[in-house]
């Protein structure tokens, strides 16, 4: 019975889809910057991403829709994350309310704000469409190379920009304030200002990856974003766990960590497509999300567990 399971499986079938799960792996990487910006960086609990993702991909297809270049909208959709990411911050410095109650607010009110902006609860812009900034077409043919490498030098260059920008006194500013916000105040450190800062430029990157994100699938949903922060969250995690050995203590490690998040997305959409391609039921995808984030959250702390029990 077993046999005849594993002999029905399509090897190259899976194969066939790796060139497409590695594209969507980049994109979702562009999102778990984002996350990585608040979670690791600001030590900030945002669930904002999950509806400002959708917010940059509505923004992205409606503009679209309206006749702008798909290149030219992506710099909305990344300012409409920011907006958001502005609206989780003011609620949180201003209003004092709790880090993750803000972000959830703002998250269950942009599911209205996408709403208003599509008109209905999805539309599209097909995938014939020319001048695409990315497609689910550009992945076979005899372009397909060459989308793959500029997407590649388009991810390395959004990490040369954030590294850069994190080196500067505003960068170590949010960084400080991440790390310890009673020593940053006490250093002169305007940390409501570097908390918004932050969470507007984390959800900025979540909306471009929406606005990328939209134009691959050729359309954009209101629920799209559902469980975005647990993928950004599998690939920072990821990362971090097979990663963090290579580049700890190098000249460069907030570079190579960075670049560790884009191939830690990779990796969970490898993990995705494996599971489909095992044939198992897609209604327990999302299930099969949390236990993977359960996994490698665990592992660090099991690292540190079970040495002592030896030793004991």
Not at 57 to 84: E, K, N, R, T
Not at 195 to 211: D, F, P, Q
Not at 236 to 252: D, P
Request: aromatic residues 12%; contains cysteine.
């Amino acid at each position: 019975m077993l046999l005849n399971y594993f002999l029905s499986l399509d090897f190259s079938a899976l194969l066939r889809a790796m060139p497409g799960t590695a594209a969507q792996g980049m994109i979702w990487g562009i999102m778990a910057i984002g996350v990585y910006i608040t979670y690791r960086i600001l030590d900030f609990p945002d669930l904002t991403v999950d509806g400002s993702l959708a917010t940059g991909a509505a923004v992205a297809v409606m503009m679209i829709q309206a006749g702008y270049h798909p290149a030219v909208v992506l710099i909305f959709s990344f300012l409409a994350g920011m907006a958001a990411g502005f609206v989780t911050g003011i609620l949180h410095t201003a209003l004092g309310i709790p880090g993750i109650l803000a972000s959830i607010l703002t998250q269950v009110s942009l599911y209205s704000v996408n709403l208003r902006i599509m008109g209905k609860s999805n539309q599209g812009i097909g995938l014939g469409k020319t001048n695409l900034v990315a497609s689910a077409r550009y992945i076979t043919g005899e372009g397909s190379a060459f989308f793959f490498i500029k997407l590649i030098v388009a991810c390395l260059l959004l990490v040369a920009i954030i590294y850069c920008f994190f080196g500067t006194e505003l960068g170590a500013s949010i960084r400080a304030t991440g790390c310890n916000q009673q020593m940053a105040r006490a250093q002169g450190i305007n940390t409501n200002y570097t908390k918004v800062l932050a969470l507007m430029i984390s959800n900025g990157l979540v909306g471009l990856s929406g606005g990328i994100l939209s134009q691959y699938q050729g359309a954009a949903d209101v629920n799209m974003g559902r469980g975005a922060i647990v993928i950004g969250l599998a690939a920072v995690i990821i990362s971090e766990v097979i990663f963090e050995k290579f580049y700890a203590g190098k000249k460069i490690a907030f570079a190579y960590s960075l670049m560790a998040v884009f191939v830690g997305a990779i990796l969970y959409y490898v993990a995705y497509a494996l599971v489909l391609w095992l044939k198992m039921p897609s209604d327990y995808m999302k299930l099969f999300s949390a236990i993977v984030v359960t996994i490698f959250l665990s592992i660090p702390y099991l690292k540190t567990r079970f040495p002592k029990k030896r030793r004991a």
